[in-house]
């Protein structure tokens, strides 16, 4: 299957409205590059404002042609997030695609990443559904996505389950970014990039 294409043609996840929560965390880059070469329309959020703009700056030197925004907010207060996805749904139409990336942390600060890691999953399962579980009532051949990169998080199953029922498929990848893999090698961008396209490709996997 064509994911993300080099030639021009449509892939998968072309015209696809994806929001990046803490788009400037280490792996979000990658992410984002991936989906605006994918064709998606692609909105970062992010609490960096400096960091976002050289994020935006970078996509866009990508895919000039593409539709891409940043936004500086904290996505782990609700008020602020509910208030982002009900703009991008009014400005783009919908909202096909959560992909929440964890922030950078010391070893030390593993708990506290874990807890904010957590609060931030919970609050866009929460205000992604509204939007993505309408998309479903309407055409119930419309599924959407929402997926977890980096740090654990405690509710991932109870989560999964719940929003089938909303069309939403809800996955998480844990990379190991401190050891090597069995074949000698740290993981890369593209080892994550992919599996994250083969999660928005899959029909069952959740």
């Known amino acids: 299957a064509n994911l993300i294409g080099t030639s021009g043609a449509k892939t998968l996840i072309h015209g696809k409205i994806a929001l990046v929560a803490d788009a400037c965390a280490p792996l979000g880059r990658a992410i984002a590059a991936a989906l605006v070469r994918g064709g998606s329309v692609v909105t970062l ?13 970078y996509l866009k030197k990508i895919r000039p042609e593409a539709t891409i925004v940043f936004s500086c907010i904290d996505c782990a207060e609700e008020k602020a997030l509910r208030e982002h996805i009900d ?18 942390y010391k070893e030390q600060d ?24 309408l998309q479903h009532e309407i055409s119930k051949q ?23 029922d909303y069309g939403i498929k809800v996955n998480a ?10 074949m000698g090698r740290s993981i890369r961008d593209e080892d994550i990039t992919k599996a994250l396209l083969y999660l928005i490709e899959q029909q069952f996997e959740t």
């Open 45 to 57: 959020a992010d609490r960096n404002q400096k960091e976002g703009e050289r994020l935006l700056s």
């Open 142 to 164: 419309q599924w959407s996505d929402i997926i977890k990169i980096g740090a654990p998080t405690d509710n991932l199953i109870p989560a999964a389950r719940k929003y089938l």
């Open 110 to 133: 593993l708990e506290k990443c874990r807890e904010r890691s957590t609060q931030l999953f919970r609050l866009l399962t929460t205000c992604a559904a509204r939007p993505m579980g």
């Open 173 to 182: 990848i844990y990379p190991s970014l401190q050891e090597l893999t069995p």
């Open 87 to 104: 703009e991008i749904v009014l400005q783009y139409g919908g909202l096909d695609l959560v992909v929440q990336c964890a922030t950078q």
